[in-house]
C-alpha cells in the first residue's frame, strides 16, 4: 500500500465476513460493550491513516481507535525499533520492574518502562518529575485522585458539567456527560460540579452558560467564604482541558483564566485528565499547554498505550505500597510503544504538523457548503464538527463510513475527527471531502 496514492475502496460495508465477526464477538462479550462495524484485518495492509478491513474494502481511518493510535497504521518509526525486539515470554512483568540491562536496552533502542517516565518528565512542564504508570485512562484518573486525597487530606473533589473521567466507580463519580454511566451505581461522596464554559468567544461579562455569575464565578462563589465548600478541605478540581466524550467542547479562555485564579488564590490542586486530549493531540505535548491552568496532576492513557498519572514528587505518597498494580505500565511492548510515541513526535516537529493540519481541516470544512453543520471546531486534531440533530450526526457517520471513512460520535450531537498525527495534506483534503459529501448526501 502506498501511502502517497492510496484512496479509500469499498465495496460492501460492512461486508460479510466483517458481519459473522461482529456476530461471533457477540456470542460471550458482555452485551454492553460496543463494536463498530468495521473489522481491521491487521495481516492485511495498512499505513498512516489507512485500512484494510476482513473483506478487503480500504478504510481511510480518522477515529485513530478513540484516539488510542496517535502515530496511525505500521508506523515506519514504532516498527522498526519494535523489530528489533525478539518476542520475549513472559510480554507482560508484575509491577513493571527492570527486564533487561540498561546497556541493553540502549544498545537495541528498545525504551522500557524507565525510559518512558523519563521522557514523559522531560515533555511535562509544571516542575512535574515523577510518573506513576498503570493500564488504562480510568486509573490514570483514579490514582490521581488518590493522590490528591492523600496529599490534601481534603473530601471534596469538584468536577465539571460534562465531564467523561473513566468506568470506575472512583471516576465515575465524576462524570457529568451521560446517566448511562452512572446509573445505579455507587459514587465517593463529596463531589460537587460547576458548568464547563465551552462558548468560546465569551468573556465574564457576556457568558450565559452559567459558570459566570453577576458576582463571581460558580467555583468562586463555591469556595469563598460564603460559600458551602471550605477550600482547604478541596483535595482537587478535577477538569478535561478539551472535554471528549461530552462533546469536543473546548473552554473559553476566560473560564480557563478564571479556573487558574481560583486554584491559586484558594490553594486548590488542579487534576487535568488528558487522557484524551494529551500527547499532542491538540498541538502541544498536553492540552493544557494551551491555557493560563497550571496543572498539579496530569492524568494520560490512549495515545500513550499505558496509563500515566504524573506529578511533582511531593505530591506522591512517599509511603511504599500506597499505590501499585501489577500490569502497571501495561505489557513490554506497550511502554515501548510509549516513549518510541513521544521520540516520534519530537523528532518529526508532530506538535507542528498536529496544528497546521488542523487548521487546513477547518478552514476547507468552513469553505464547503455543509447542510446541518452547527459548528465546526478543533485544537491541533482534535477536532469537532457539531451537527443540529442527533439522527443527523448518526446518518453522516453512517455515510462517511459507506464511503469508506472512520469517524465516531461524541457528545449528543458531534462527531470527532481524530486523524493520526503525521498525516498529510493530501489526507486531510482526501477526509474532508469524503465528509462534505456524506453531509450533502445527507441532507
Ligand atoms: C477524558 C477521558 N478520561 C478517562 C477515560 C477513560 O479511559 P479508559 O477507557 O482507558 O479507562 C477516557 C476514555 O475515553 C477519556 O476520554
Not at 25 to 43: G, K, L, N, Q, R
Not at 203 to 223: I, K, W
Not at 228 to 255: C, K, L
Request: hydrophobic residues 40%; proline residues 5%; glycine residues 8%.
Amino acid at each position: 500500500m502506498d501511502r502517497d496514492s492510496v484512496e479509500p475502496q469499498v465495496d460492501d460495508l460492512p461486508g460479510e465476513r466483517a458481519r459473522e465477526l461482529v456476530s461471533y464477538h457477540h456470542e460471550h462479550a458482555a452485551p454492553s460493550t460496543y463494536i463498530c462495524e468495521f473489522v481491521w484485518d491487521h495481516s492485511e495492509p495498512a499505513i498512516g491513516p489507512f485500512c484494510t478491513d476482513v473483506d478487503g474494502n480500504v478504510l481511510l481511518d480518522f477515529a485513530g481507535h478513540v484516539g488510542s493510535m496517535p502515530l496511525g497504521y505500521n508506523n515506519p518509526k514504532i516498527l522498526e525499533r519494535l523489530e528489533e525486539f525478539e518476542l520475549v515470554d513472559p510480554l507482560k512483568i508484575a509491577g513493571q520492574d527492570f527486564y533487561l540491562p540498561a546497556e541493553e536496552l540502549s544498545d537495541r533502542g528498545v525504551p522500557g518502562p524507565a525510559d518512558l517516565m523519563d521522557r514523559l518528565t522531560d515533555v511535562t512542564g509544571y516542575g512535574m518529575d515523577t510518573v506513576f504508570l498503570s493500564n488504562t485512562g480510568a486509573e490514570a484518573v483514579e490514582n490521581a485522585l488518590k493522590i490528591a486525597f492523600d496529599y490534601t487530606a481534603g473530601k471534596y473533589t469538584i468536577t465539571c458539567q460534562g465531564a467523561f473521567h473513566g468506568r470506575t466507580l472512583g471516576t465515575l463519580s465524576l462524570n457529568r456527560s451521560k446517566e448511562v454511566y452512572r446509573r445505579r451505581f455507587p459514587e465517593i461522596a463529596s463531589v460537587h460540579d460547576v458548568p464547563f464554559c465551552a462558548d468560546r468567544t465569551c468573556s465574564s461579562e457576556t457568558c450565559d452558560c452559567g459558570f459566570f455569575r453577576e458576582d463571581g464565578s460558580a467555583l468562586r462563589q463555591m469556595v469563598r467564604d460564603t460559600g458551602f465548600v471550605n477550600p482547604e478541605e478541596v483535595a482537587a478540581f478535577v477538569v478535561e482541558p478539551v472535554q471528549g466524550e461530552g462533546g469536543y467542547r473546548i473552554p473559553s479562555d476566560a473560564f480557563t483564566d478564571e479556573i487558574a485564579a481560583v486554584a491559586e488564590e484558594f490553594d486548590i490542586p488542579v487534576v487535568v485528565d488528558e487522557v484524551q486530549s494529551g500527547v499532542g493531540r491538540t498541538g502541544e505535548w498536553w492540552a493544557s499547554d494551551h491555557s493560563a491552568i497550571e496543572p498539579d496532576v496530569i492524568a494520560s492513557a490512549k495515545a500513550l498505550r499505558v496509563g500515566a498519572t504524573i506529578s511533582r514528587k511531593e505530591v506522591f505518597p512517599a509511603k511504599r505500597k500506597r499505590l501499585s498494580s501489577t500490569w502497571g505500565a501495561g505489557d513490554i511492548l506497550s511502554a515501548a510503544q510509549g516513549a518510541l510515541t513521544l521520540d516520534a513526535i519530537e523528532e518529526h516537529d508532530l506538535l507542528d504538523n498536529a496544528t497546521e493540519r488542523g487548521r487546513q481541516f477547518r478552514e476547507l470544512f468552513e469553505a464547503a457548503d455543509t447542510p446541518g453543520v452547527v459548528d465546526v471546531r478543533g485544537l491541533g486534531l482534535m477536532l469537532g464538527v457539531e451537527l443540529d440533530e442527533t439522527q443527523r450526526r448518526d446518518d453522516v457517520q453512517a455515510a462517511a463510513f459507506a464511503r469508506g471513512l472512520l469517524v465516531i460520535g461524541c457528545g449528543t450531537k458531534t462527531l470527532r475527527i481524530l486523524p493520526p498525527l503525521d498525516v498529510t495534506e493530501r489526507e486531510i483534503r482526501l477526509g474532508t471531502d469524503l465528509l462534505v459529501e456524506a453531509i450533502q448526501d445527507v441532507a
